[in-house]
């Protein structure tokens, strides 16, 4: 099946960072004409506000909601046409909005090199892009979505490729963490062979999968444009091994690529190993 590109500029901190020129990065690079993709548009998922909402300690949570809204209805309106989107953030902040589109059953992939469960409080930054793994399985802050509850179930749900927490407030991050998501950290990804890792999980199951890659999961000696880069993680090859099968499932519903950081490459050449990457992995 042909992927659809959808860009999902959305910058959670509402300063305008190189995330939200990660789409015109990618598109600049020739990712169109390199995965022989459809051009699906753009969402108007912009956010220009930088001020932390009291309540819910969000960024944002209203341009945060409006964007995950619009996110949900393009998304939506791909998958019931029968198409499979490839949606460009922006940050992880898009996650909760295509998982808004997603039916409940549906298995998550998520490859980061962080967990991405700080909730409102625990949040240093405040910044959707901290909270989005926490908000899809219902642990808040529910002012990201506007509903409460999960809207995936967390036992299908696979964490891959992040780092052990090293600082005070990363632990307190990993000790929210739901216990029932499936948790296969950076080193012990590598133990068990990220192909051999990829092949089980795409063959686990029946249901619909979504594939969710932050590239922050890749090590910064390999990609260094992502805003907070950490160290230890996927080589390159390592990263293809595992979303290959992935990216090739017959019941993936789409995917998502998160945190190219554009400020942080001027020359545009860590754009076109991502593309190069992404037109090795959907390759059909
Ligand atoms: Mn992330």
Known sequence: MRWVVVDAPLDSSGRGRGEQRAPAALRDAGLLAATGADDGGEIDAWMRDPTRDPESGLIGAAAVRRAGAAIAARVGELLAAGRRP??????????PGICG?????????FVDGHPDFYDGVTSETGEGADMDLS??????????????????????VHLLGHRPATE????REAARIDPRI?????????????????AALAGGGDGPAWLHLDLDAVDPRD?????????????????VDLVTPL????RLLGMSVTDLNSDEDPDGRHARRVVEV???VLAP
């Open 278 to 280: 992404l037109a090795e």
């Open 247 to 250: 990216a090739r499932a017959g």
């Open 86 to 95: 490839l949606v460009l953030g922006g940050d992880c902040a898009i996650l």
């Open 168 to 171: 005070e407030s990363s632990r």
């Open 101 to 109: 589109a997603l039916p409940p059953a549906t298995e998550l992939w």
């Open 182 to 198: 499936h948790q296969l950290p950076a080193a012990e990804l590598r133990r068990r062979g990220p192909g051999a890792t990829g």
């Open 135 to 156: 908000v899809v399985t219902g642990h808040g802050p529910a002012a990201a979505v506007g509903v409460d509850g999960p809207l995936l179930d967390p036992a299908r």
């Open 223 to 239: 990609l260094p444009a992502v805003t907070y880069p950490e160290p230890d993680g996927l080589r390159w090859p390592d990263l």
